[in-house]
């Protein structure tokens, strides 16, 4: 099976917006005296993360269109590119940018395969002429 993939053009994600949590993988065990301890629960953890963007109304056109539709209203896995690392400099150990033969910066691309997470997105008006699009997804292990 295919994934649907991330529309190109709505991956310029707000920093402010952007929050990574682990899933909690353990058991915690708590003895008659001492402290806690604990053991894992399960092998494989999931990692949530909350997004936001804001777009204009083309690109709420193309957000409602794909969450509606190419991913079943949020049902369906996806293909998306990573925040973290989609479009970064590839930073040589001196901290200067790594160039291509051309002199172009070369940048890194990573995706990851992930689903919308527990609530659906959320729609506010920024502004007269945007929308701040919030969402979280859970990126698979």
């Known amino acids: 099976m295919s994934y649907p993939v991330w529309p190109a053009g709505l991956d310029q994600f707000e920093r402010s917006g952007y929050q990574v949590q682990r899933q909690d993988a353990r058991r915690?065990?708590?003895?008659?005296a001492g402290p806690p301890a604990f053991r894992r629960r399960f092998t494989s953890a999931a990692?949530?993360?909350?997004?936001?963007?804001?777009t204009d109304r083309n690109g709420k056109a193309v957000f409602d269109r794909f969450?509606?539709?190419?991913?079943?209203?949020?049902?369906?896995?996806?293909?998306?590119?990573?925040?973290?690392?989609?479009?970064?400099p590839v930073?040589?150990?001196?901290?200067?940018?790594?160039?291509?033969?051309?002199?172009?910066?070369?940048v890194m691309g990573s995706r990851r395969l992930v689903s919308f997470g527990d609530e659906p997105p959320v729609e506010t008006?920024?502004?007269?002429h945007e929308f701040r699009i919030a969402f979280g997804v859970v990126v698979m292990p």
Do not use: C, K
């Not at 930073?91 to 070369?106: C, E, F, M, N, V």
């Open 91 to 106: 930073i040589a150990a001196t901290g200067s940018p790594l160039l291509a033969g051309d002199g172009t910066p070369l």
């Open 28 to 32: 915690r065990r708590q003895a008659d």
């Open 125 to 128: 008006m920024h502004g007269d």
């Open 47 to 54: 990692t949530m993360v909350s997004l936001s963007l804001v």
């Open 67 to 88: 969450y509606e539709d190419a991913t079943q209203l949020g049902a369906w896995l996806f293909w998306m590119p990573d925040p973290a690392t989609q479009g970064w």
